[in-house]
Structures are given as structure tokens and as C-alpha cells.
């Protein structure tokens, strides 16, 4: 019988237990928050909905720790901790767009982040309605090449034997 790796196991029941999520609302000690930066050894900067108060780290919990995966941009729901000067969070939940309605519905998202999240769900509304290639995005693993430059030169030619023949 064959065996599978633990880690891929771990991976699996995370990523069922994110599909499978009920949408819970943040409690009182629980904080939408946004990733500014990574600092490594699973640390993240990130700033809150208030402009006042200064950007600070966050912890990733052993159980999301390489299965799951935090860029610049992404929205976080932490939870304060107690011990750490520099650390004072711990990431509960990582939210998807989803979490993002249900939280707007609802009326808890933050009025600092919510310009951004509106911005966001207009190109996931008119993905069906856009199939053109002109949306997407430039592949920067390939070469540039300039086919207008190679049109003019095939166009001077022109010219030139023209010119020749009078």
C-alpha cells in the first residue's frame, strides 16, 4: 500500500478546510490587516486600517507554513499576541476574494482597503466577458521583438527598387 508524504496531507486538509469555510466574521480581538512586505523566517509586515498606527510584524502559524503562500497585497485576519516586542500577530486566516464580499456585505471591511478590494473584483466580474488577447499580460520570459521595425525595412526596400527602375 502506498503511502502518501505527510506534508501533502497537511497541504490537502488546509486547502479543504479554506474551500470549506463558512465565512466566519472576525471576532472583537481578531484584525483585518494587509501585507506591505515579507521579512522572512515566515514573518510579514503589515499595516492596519488605521493610518495612525505604525506597520508591524505578523507570525505564520507552523500549520500554514509551506502550504500556504503570502504575497505583497494579499489581506490577512490576525490575532494579537502576547509575548514579542517586534512580532505582535499571529495570521489566523488568509483571505481570499471571497472573504472579501462576504466581509464587505457585511459591513466589517475596512474603509482603508476597501478602494483597493472594489478594484480587484472588476477584472474577476469580466473575465467571462473579455476574451480578447489585448487584456492579457505580456509574457516577460520571451524576447521582444519589433515587427513594425522589419515592416519599415521591408517598405524602404520597396522604395529604393522603385526609385531604381525610373
Not at 107 to 122: D, H, S, V
Request: aromatic content about 4%; hydrophobic content about 30%.
Amino acid at each position: 500500500m502506498h503511502r502518501s508524504h505527510p506534508s501533502i496531507n497537511r497541504r490537502k486538509h488546509l486547502m479543504k478546510e479554506m474551500m470549506a469555510d463558512d465565512f466566519e466574521l472576525p471576532t472583537e480581538q481578531q484584525q483585518i490587516v494587509r501585507v506591505v512586505s515579507s521579512r522572512g523566517n515566515n514573518l510579514h509586515e503589515v499595516e492596519t486600517s488605521k493610518t495612525e498606527e505604525e506597520n508591524f510584524l505578523v507570525s505564520m502559524p507552523n500549520k500554514f507554513r509551506k502550504s500556504m503562500w503570502v504575497k505583497r497585497g494579499d489581506f490577512l485576519l490576525i490575532e494579537p499576541i502576547e509575548e514579542g516586542d517586534k512580532v505582535k500577530a499571529e495570521i489566523c486566516k488568509i483571505l481570499t476574494t471571497d472573504h472579501v464580499r462576504e466581509y464587505t456585505k457585511a459591513g466589517i471591511w475596512p474603509e482603508r482597503f476597501a478602494k483597493k478590494a472594489t478594484l480587484e473584483e472588476l477584472p474577476a466580474q469580466n473575465q467571462e466577458d473579455s476574451d480578447c488577447e489585448d487584456d492579457l499580460l505580456p509574457n516577460t520570459n520571451r524576447p521582444v521583438t519589433n515587427q513594425e521595425s522589419s515592416e519599415e525595412e521591408d517598405d524602404d526596400d520597396e522604395d529604393t527598387t522603385s526609385s531604381d527602375e525610373d
